[in-house]
Nanobody, 121 residues
């Protein structure tokens, strides 16, 4: 059973950078697809970045060129590297794990963290 804990959120000025971390415990590792999602007040939760295995990544068009996802398989940590942030990036950011399918469909992700807040001003 996988458990996820996010960290690294906070307040950042527009144009700045932030790195979010997602520590996984339990049966995980490279077999799971890991994803980052975000939800702003009054909006639906949307996919930001996903990663399958050690090398296959995809990011949403809204953050392409600014955000990247990476993972440390040995330490079971997945990162979201955020740069050139703007106020539209303000949201609660969630880490999620999918045992099989790796897409931006949040219904495919069975395990979620509690979220970490990012506020851009």
């Amino acid at each position: 059973h996988v458990q996820l804990v996010e960290s690294g959120g906070g307040s950042v000025q527009a144009g700045g950078s932030l790195r979010l971390s997602c520590a996984a415990s339990g049966a995980s590792g490279s077999r799971h697809c890991m994803g980052w999602f975000r939800q702003a007040p009054g909006k639906e939760r949307e996919g930001v970045a996903i990663m399958s295995g050690e090398f296959h990544t995809s990011v949403a068009n809204s953050v392409k060129g600014r955000f990247t996802i990476s993972r440390d398989i040995a330490r079971n940590i997945t990162y979201l590297h955020m740069s050139q942030v703007n106020p539209d990036d303000t949201a609660m950011y969630y880490c999620a794990a999918s045992p099989r399918i790796c897409t931006f469909n949040r219904a495919d992700f069975s395990t979620w963290g509690q979220g970490t807040q990012v506020t851009v001003s």
